[in-house]
């Protein structure tokens, strides 16, 4: 049975940046609503849904994304901005972006390089500015209702194909999609033993996932996120080991705890056989730098994905769906493991 993308394209096209999810919150509210699924939401503006009291596994993702935030409106009617997360000005130069006006409205933009001839210079914020087709201070306030304190990322873009998938926030949007789709296919005496929460502030590098997966103590703490893929060396034409490839599926790392407990979660990836029941990639977390030290998180599971922080990334379908059956079958084996 294929699988139905529709709610992906519905988390990718609202903007939620750190400090300003209010929107986001709404519209992921709006979509476990219409699936039947209650939840919660905590003055972090933690999402949370399952059993919390007594859970077997929790399963968890971010939800915010990097952005920008105006912080002074110039009188040729230019919006000057600030990076939140790691927004990285290469990548946001010449691009569309959207702001949230005071009405919750979203108004498009350009963002412009004013010394685009100058060489031999470091791109710096103070280069950049956002065009919206005001002339003037007063029609920024007056016709865009736009002001100092208004938020945006890049522009809302989503793309499907029988195959791929290019969209813009799939950091960490798809991830969200994953644990929907698989823990709406559990059955429900599994569901009882599991919590599942969204978090924001990864991208402003809070990470709330070590406090929340010790805050609600499990057997087992799953993160999911997105992963750059296909990264080559510099001095090479070969792809860096400690970075997955498209197609193979999900990348997997041991982080936190302590080491016997990551010797029993490695024993409990062996029952798998990984060559036949699905695509996998295997990174330890002794291999190379991009993997992040969690105290208190089992095991992060990463999406193979081309792009970093930009206005689109390209994903396999395949290697969305292989997630989802790896997720599956990892809850499967979880649910009654003797960690003793």
Do not use: W
Not at 79 to 98: A, D, R, S, T
Not at 223 to 230: E, G, H, K, R, V
Not at 303 to 320: A, E, M, Q, R, V
């Amino acid at each position: 049975m294929k699988t139905d993308f529709k709610i992906l394209k519905e988390l990718v096209n609202e903007i939620g940046i750190f400090g300003n999810e209010f929107y986001f919150v709404k519209k992921l509210s709006k979509i476990l609503e219409s699936l039947g699924l209650n939840y919660k939401i905590d003055s972090r503006n933690t999402i949370f849904i399952g059993n919390f009291e007594t859970p077997k596994i929790i399963l968890g993702c971010h939800y915010d994304e990097v952005g920008f935030e105006i912080v002074g409106i110039n009188e040729d009617g230019s919006l000057n901005f600030f990076p939140v997360g790691n927004l990285l000005l290469n990548h946001l130069i010449y691009q569309k972006v959207e702001i949230v006006n005071e009405d919750g409205k979203k108004i498009l933009g350009y963002v412009n390089n004013s010394n685009i001839f100058m060489k031999n210079k470091s791109l710096s914020i103070e280069d950049l500015s956002i065009y919206i087709g005001a002339c003037n201070r007063e029609e920024v306030y007056q016709k865009f209702k736009i002001k100092e304190g208004c938020f945006g990322s890049f522009k809302r873009d989503y793309e499907e194909t029988e195959d791929f998938i290019i969209a813009s926030a799939i950091d960490n949007r798809v991830s969200i999609f994953i644990i929907i789709q698989t823990y709406l296919s559990l059955p429900q005496n599994v569901k009882e033993k599991i919590g599942v929460f969204f978090y924001s502030s990864e991208e402003h590098g809070c990470y709330s996932e070590d406090y929340l997966a010790n805050k609600f103590k499990a057997d087992f703490i799953f993160i999911l996120d997105y992963c750059p893929a296909n990264i080559k060396s510099l001095k090479s034409e070969k792809y860096i080991d400690n970075y997955p490839i498209l197609g193979k599926g999900p990348a997997v790392f041991y982080a936190g705890k302590n080491y016997l407990l990551s010797e029993k979660i490695k024993n409990l990836l062996k029952s798998f056989d990984f060559q036949k029941s699905l695509f996998f990639n295997l990174v330890s977390a002794e291999s190379g730098r991009f993997v992040r030290f969690h105290p208190y998180v089992d095991l992060t599971i990463l999406l193979p994905t081309l792009g970093y922080h930009s206005s689109n990334y390209f994903l396999l379908k395949k290697d969305i769906e292989a997630t989802i059956k790896f997720l599956s079958q990892l809850i499967d084996k979880s649910i009654n493991y003797d960690l003793s």
